[in-house]
């Protein structure tokens, strides 16, 4: 399985709702996110790619955890480039991620050799990745609410072919000052293009602080039986199962 972990290290002070610009701080939370990759995940091949432009070759604990990742029988690759600075200071943080992926496409012929890969944003982790069904398997996978109209992107699955064909180039369509982010820009498209997508057998507990608020994520997930029945079941894998969902919402939930 194929992970991609985005991050700009030297954000400077331009970029619009970013709570921690220290680079050296940045920089560890990084590396605290790729070591979690290589020793608590089953992914094999790991993707770290920094559009700050950051010399990660003068980064003496970036060639450790490659032999760290040798070790465990993983590969890990690490990229920097410069994205559009400027782009990213008028349309907001998920322009720069949706750059660094699509530069990841024409550039690593490792990320092309795959069918899907799965994507989470640098600095974060995940309490209970080894309790979540993860897998080869050809599918376009969220964390989303059915009375919304947006998708998580902090962590997702997504099918190369539709990457390629509907996603590669739609981060041009995120103006954070029009409310239009890049969570709305791909649910926007999964449901324009009708495209099968499903949620996550579990809620994910993440680790790490939040870019944009500097609040710590904490909380832990101690599923309910009906929640988790409903996450594994067809209700949140196909349009019908989740219009049921959102009608059943629509009686319970006073709005």
């Given at each position: 399985m194929l992970l991609i972990i985005t991050a700009c290290i030297s954000v400077g002070r331009e970029i619009p709702c970013v709570s921690i610009c220290n680079?050296?701080?940045?920089?560890q939370d990084y590396l605290k996110t790729i070591y979690w990759a290589i020793v608590e995940?089953?992914?094999?091949d790991i993707l770290f790619c920094d559009n700050s432009d950051f010399d990660l070759d003068a980064v003496n604990e970036m060639r450790l955890l490659k032999e760290q990742a040798q070790q465990n029988q993983k590969n890990l690759e690490y990229y920097h480039f410069q994205g559009n600075v400027k782009a990213v200071q008028a349309k907001g943080k998920g322009y720069g991620e949706g750059e660094i992926i699509s530069w990841l496409y024409d550039n690593c012929l490792t990320m092309r050799t795959y069918q899907c890969y799965y994507k989470i944003t640098g600095?974060?982790?995940?309490?209970?990745?080894?309790q979540i069904s993860l897998s080869e398997?050809?599918?376009n996978t969220f964390i989303f609410d059915v009375g919304s109209k947006c998708v998580d992107t902090r962590f997702y699955k997504l099918s190369m072919k539709d990457y390629k064909t509907f996603f590669k180039g739609i981060y041009k369509d995120v103006d954070d000052t029009h409310n239009m982010f890049l969570e709305h820009v791909y649910y926007r498209t999964l449901v324009s293009q009708r495209l099968a997508f499903g949620r996550f057998d579990?809620?994910?507990?993440f680790r790490g602080k939040s870019g944009t608020t500097g609040v710590a994520y904490c909380t832990v997930y101690n599923e309910s039986l009906l929640f988790g029945l409903a996450y594994k079941s067809f209700l949140y894998r196909t349009?019908?199962?989740?219009w049921i969902l959102g009608y059943i919402r629509r009686i319970v939930v006073r709005e």
């Open positions: 680079s050296s701080d940045r920089l995940t089953n992914f094999s600095r974060l982790t995940i309490n209970n990745i080894q398997k050809v599918e579990r809620s994910l507990e349009y019908f199962g989740r």
